[in-house]
């Protein structure tokens, strides 16, 4: 019989060991997978293009930064709402809004020039995505509408609008009718950090954004991330804030980060504004975030993770032509795993020798 | 036949095998890769460019390594999956739209690597080749076969996005099926999907019961034909594949994408060292636009679409002749005017007169 | 409008409607226990995936709704093992469980493409079934569009005319309390959780038996997605359930209608409606009642227990 004993004290070595044990579980669990559907392929191979070449190869190291960049963004936004019980699922939607009103400015000054184009552009992403986030807070707190719905449908509507934009007013003049914008000139294209790749600056802002929220937290929260990933969130409270301006505060600052982490997409490694532009970040980045236990730094580690798990999962159908559903398996397990591992950070599992007593 | 006619054939035949002989067995085989937006199952679009590929590889056997990427979604990550393709093959088709950018980027990284993207229009560097194909043909054909088989007078359309490939099988569906039956209707749906099964069948149930007898769709998935085999009296079309076997008692006929020739001839004019940057739009003539076997029809409308295909065939017709009005009222063609292919067919974004829906814009 | 359109408008908005149903109605009941599962669209494709295989292979469209309600559950499992026994995070391992669900039925699916069965035939009962209009707007739908609205009912009566149900509501509103008077909040949660599965397992077989008689990858496209959202819609009350979904399915099917009237509105701003009237309309049945504050939602939705004692 298994049982578990809370712990007097998170235990700190499982906070480090935890990902560790659940990395090797998933690489144990996925070696027996592959060897038992992979006749004529070596596993180890397959292993190496997964783990080991994305880490090895510049060109991956540089794409896996470029992954996870907008997922880090995405996820600090969340995971302070999550901290307060405010359940923004529809992060993507506000992703694709901010993409929009931020790529329309740009678009608007397709032929101007400036130092001041890139921040004009950011904030109206940030106030695109804020105010779509904040449709879902007011109707929180004026009508007591819940904010999974709100968020989850305004998603699937921000998609449609984005492909009316694209079908109308963003159209490429000279695209042929087909629906996508221009691509940007080089003015309005974040700058990149890392000469022959797609790396940009939006990776530095996403972890000064970082060491931002982590002081924040530590400042304004202490004491509140500690009970994070056990007990409730719906408890917590932002220091002096009320219930009604906790929601507000959640979901703007969240959908503000998304819109803007949309914007970066748009004008960093796909330079134009195309149809494809919603691609599960905005919920990618929810299992980022509880991944990373809602820390700040620890969001950084996991989105590179979980950016590995897309370009090894690429790389295994490329070289091994396995189908695409092999990465979202693996993704799964990998997440099964870290979830199910991270309960020895609060508790203690003891080996009951159980005398059956009462029933 | 002469002799010295034999000759020559003997003389080229002994070369092409020595040619065939020297590249087989002593130059490394061509490597092929393709980049697919769905999965190679849906019995579209992608399904169809996975047939040429297995042809290709028929065609070609030892001469060609495939390697093959699904359900790559168009954004930022199609960049990383050319890429990581570009430094391992020879020759690389992006098959869809919205490849379009990033292959034209990877391409100019990638000097000697051959691009092919279906469907676009950008050829920057003289590694870049387009190719698409004149489905709009296809839509001439079955909007023929259409006209004659309707009872109610009313085509049912499921419509995925409104870019112009989709508008030019509309327009052209439905001037042929008017040109045999003066009274057809088109009713159009927007689904906004090339590949929700569920809202497939729903836009197709939605049309039936509106009066459609005839469904046609521009979407991927087998479901419409799976309705309209359930509703008596309606018949289907099927779309990129020959999808006969969900509609046994509805199906008329399918347009088939056929990409096998191109890609077997693409691949070979890698490993001769022929290959070079072109714009292919080929349609029935060139066989790239295909039917399957037609049923569910009276031999008189076979023969009929038979005729027009051999019209086709032979470029003896247009499927957009004048007089052509546009929605507006407005001339488009003057009696006996053919478009030109650009722009008019490449961006072509209106419906032409006598179709009722609104454009959606 | 004539008549027959009129019928074939509601059926269509039933098979709309039906999926929705089964899966939110499942996940309400997960909901009322206080658990929340964000797995909902991971199930429901492993349940449609199940579903086409075993009718596929036997033919037997009750086997075949078996084998979607087991794979649904067992799916579910999984959920219930995670957060119930190692008390992991609802909200990302619902997530966890999609991701999965979509991968692994698209893998082992991958063959069924090819595929096509007969759809479950509809109910035909003599006399009443051939009535006009009322035979074919009541008597004649298939059989599971019925199950759908009795689950409603049962869950409706469980949850509040039965005592395991008032304990699980209890426990949805207060387990520490509900654990202090004795309730196995880990026991009533892992059956709600794997009765959640079931539901969306046979949410899932709906569509590959009934709407489409076809298999294909990725074939729920977010109808997962949309039953969670009808269960807040609802506001946990089960019959709400079906107006949520009726309006969610009648929409989606009116805007397909109104394209094909051709209603001058395009047709993206068309497709938008089912989502926006969602929202628009709870939002206007929440102005009519301004007393009654959101006290429906379980109090412990989504937070994880641990038994101390």
Redo the contacts between chains.
């Keep these: 019989m298994i049982r578990?004993i809370?712990r007097a004290q998170p235990s700190k070595a499982m906070i480090f060991l935890s990902p560790l044990l659940a990395l090797t579980l998933t690489a144990v669990t996925a070696f027996f997978i592959f060897a038992f559907i992979l006749t004529d392929i070596k596993v180890s191979s397959v292993f190496y293009t997964l783990f080991v070449e994305p880490l090895i190869d510049t060109y991956y190291i540089s794409e896996l930064l470029v992954k996870a960049a907008p997922l880090i963004m995405i996820a600090l936004g969340l995971s302070i709402g999550?901290r307060a019980g405010v359940?923004n699922?529809g992060a993507e939607g506000q992703y694709v809004i901010g993409g929009i009103t931020g790529g329309a400015v740009g678009l608007y000054f397709y032929n101007v020039e400036g130092f001041w184009l890139i921040p004009l552009m950011s904030l109206a992403a940030i106030l695109g995505g804020m105010f779509y986030a904040g449709i879902a807070a007011f109707?929180k707190n004026k009508?007591?509408?819940?904010e999974?719905?709100?968020t989850?449908?305004?998603t699937?509507?921000a998609v449609?609008?984005l492909?009316?934009m694209l079908?109308g007013p963003m159209r490429n003049p000279s695209g042929f009718n087909f629906p996508e914008s221009r691509p940007f000139h080089d003015g309005a294209l974040l700058p990149i950090i890392w000469q022959g790749t797609r790396l940009n600056v939006g990776l530095i802002i996403a972890v000064i954004l970082s060491f931002v929220t982590w002081l924040g937290i530590k400042k304004h929260l202490s004491g509140l991330q500690i009970k994070i990933?056990?007990?409730?969130?719906?408890a917590a409270k932002f220091a002096g804030f009320d219930d009604k301006k906790t929601i507000w505060f959640a979901l703007l600052i969240s959908g503000g980060v998304a819109g803007l982490a949309g914007l970066f997409e748009v004008i960093g490694p796909a330079g134009q504004i195309t149809p494809g532009l919603p691609q599960f970040y905005g919920?990618t980045a929810?299992?980022v975030?509880?991944?990373s236990r809602l820390h700040p730094i620890a969001i950084i580690f996991s989105a590179l993770l979980i950016a590995l798990t897309y370009i090894g999962g690429e790389n295994v159908q490329i070289y091994f032509n396995l189908?695409?559903?092999?990465?979202?398996?693996?993704?799964?397990?990998l997440?099964?795993y870290f979830?199910?591992c991270?309960?020895l950070i609060?508790?203690k599992i003891v080996f009951i020798k159980t005398i059956r007593q009462k029933l | 036949m002469s002799n010295r006619r034999l000759t020559s054939i003997l003389k080229f035949s002994l070369l092409s095998l020595m040619l065939a002989f020297t590249n087989s067995a002593f130059a490394d085989p061509v490597k092929a890769a393709f980049i697919y937006i769905g999965?190679t199952?849906?019995?579209g679009w992608t399904y169809a460019h996975d047939q040429g590929v297995n042809h290709l590889k028929d065609q070609l056997g030892d001469d060609v390594v495939i390697t093959r990427i699904e359900s790559v979604a168009e954004n930022s990550d199609s960049e990383r999956v050319i890429t990581s393709l570009a430094r391992k093959n020879d020759i690389i088709f992006t098959t869809s739209f919205g490849y379009m950018e990033p292959t034209i980027k990877v391409a100019a990284r990638y000097p000697d690597v051959k691009f092919e993207h279906a469907t676009g229009y950008k050829r920057p560097t003289d590694n870049i080749s387009t190719y698409s194909a004149r489905f709009y043909e296809g839509r001439h054909v079955i909007g023929k076969i259409a006209g004659r088989m309707t009872n109610t007078n009313i085509i049912?359309y499921i419509a995925s996005f409104?870019i112009p490939e989709v508008i030019r099988g509309i327009n052209s569906a439905f001037l042929a099926a008017r040109s045999v039956n003066p009274d057809i209707q088109i009713?159009?749906?927007?689904?906004?999907?090339w590949?929700?099964?569920?809202?497939?069948?729903?836009?197709a149930?939605?049309?039936?019961?509106?009066g459609?007898d005839i469904i046609m769709q521009h979407t991927d998935?087998?479901?419409p034909m799976?309705?309209a085999e359930?509703e008596d009296g309606v018949r289907a079309f099927g779309q990129a594949s020959d999808m006969s076997?969900?509609g046994p008692s509805a199906h008329l006929t399918s347009i088939i994408n056929n990409w096998g020739p191109y890609y077997a001839d693409r691949v070979k004019a890698v490993r001769d060292g022929t290959w070079t940057e072109t714009d292919t739009f080929d349609g029935v003539e060139e066989g790239m636009v295909a039917f399957a076997p037609m049923e569910n029809m009276p031999d008189e409308v076979m023969w009929e679409a038979q005729d027009t295909i051999l019209d086709l065939d032979a470029g003896a017709v247009h499927p957009f002749t004048g007089p052509i009005n546009r929605q507006d009222g407005s001339v488009w063609l003057a009696e006996g005017e053919t478009p030109p292919m650009f722009p008019d067919i490449i961006t072509m974004d209106f419906y032409v007169e006598g179709i009722?829906?609104?454009y959606?814009? | 409008m004539n008549e027959?359109?009129i019928i074939?408008?509601i059926?269509?908005i039933s098979?709309?409607a039906v999926?929705l149903i089964f899966a939110a109605i499942g996940e309400l009941l997960v909901e009322r226990s206080g658990v929340l599962n964000?797995g909902v669209e991971?199930m429901m494709i492993v349940g449609a995936l199940a579903g086409f295989v075993v009718e596929f292979h036997t033919g037997s469209s009750f086997l075949a709704v078996l084998a979607a309600l087991l794979a649904g559950m067992a799916i579910a499992s999984?959920f219930a093992f995670?957060t119930q026994i190692?008390?992991?995070?609802h909200?990302?391992?619902g997530?966890?469980?999609t991701?999965?669900?979509?991968?692994?039925?698209?893998?082992v699916g991958?063959s069924y493409?090819?595929e096509?069965i007969e759809?479950i035939s509809a109910l035909h009962i003599p006399v009443l079934s051939d009535l006009p209009v009322i035979g074919p707007l009541l008597f004649s739908y298939n059989p599971l569009v019925y199950l759908a609205f009795v689950m409603v009912f049962l869950v409706w009566w469980f949850l509040f005319k039965t005592k395991q149900g008032l304990i699980l509501r209890a426990i949805g509103d207060n387990h520490d309390a509900a654990h202090a008077i004795g309730h196995n909040v880990v026991r009533y949660r892992v059956l709600a959780i794997l009765f959640g599965g079931a539901m969306a397992g046979i949410g899932g077989a709906f569509?590959s038996l009934v709407?489409?008689?076809?298999w294909?990858?990725?074939?729920?496209?977010?109808?997962g997605?949309i039953a969670?959202?009808l269960v807040?819609?609802s506001s946990w009350q089960p019959f709400k359930v079906i107006l949520g979904a009726l309006i969610f399915g009648g929409i989606?099917?009116l805007q397909?209608?109104a394209?094909?009237?051709?209603?001058?509105?395009?047709?993206?701003?068309l497709?938008?409606l089912p989502?926006?009237a969602?929202?628009v309309i709870?939002?206007s049945l929440?102005?009519r009642d301004k007393n009654k504050?959101?006290r429906t939602?379980p109090n412990c939705l989504?937070?994880?227990f641990?038994s101390?004692s």
């Design positions: 578990l809370p999550f359940w699922i109707l009508y007591q509408v819940n999974i719905l709100v989850l449908m305004l699937y509507v449609l609008f492909s009316a079908q990933t056990g007990s409730a969130p719906r919920f929810i299992i975030a509880f991944m189908p695409s559903s092999i990465t979202n398996i693996f993704q799964g397990m997440l099964f979830l199910a991270d309960v609060q508790y | 999965p199952g849906d019995h049912g409104p009713k159009i749906v927007w689904v906004y999907t590949y929700d099964p569920g809202k497939e069948a729903d836009a149930r939605a049309l039936i019961a509106q459609a998935s087998t479901a799976t309705v359930e076997a969900w009722d829906s609104k959606p814009n | 027959g359109l074939a408008i059926i269509g098979i709309a999926p964000l991971g999984i995670l190692l008390l992991t995070n909200v990302a391992t997530l966890a469980l991701l999965f669900g979509l991968g692994i039925a698209a893998f991958r493409t090819e096509n759809l569509l709407q489409v008689p076809i294909g990858e990725d074939m729920t496209a977010g109808r997605w969670l959202a807040v819609f989606t099917i397909l209608h394209q094909g009237f051709d209603v001058r509105i395009s047709a993206q701003y497709s938008m989502y926006i969602t929202i709870l939002v929440r102005m504050t959101n939602m989504g937070r994880i641990h101390t």
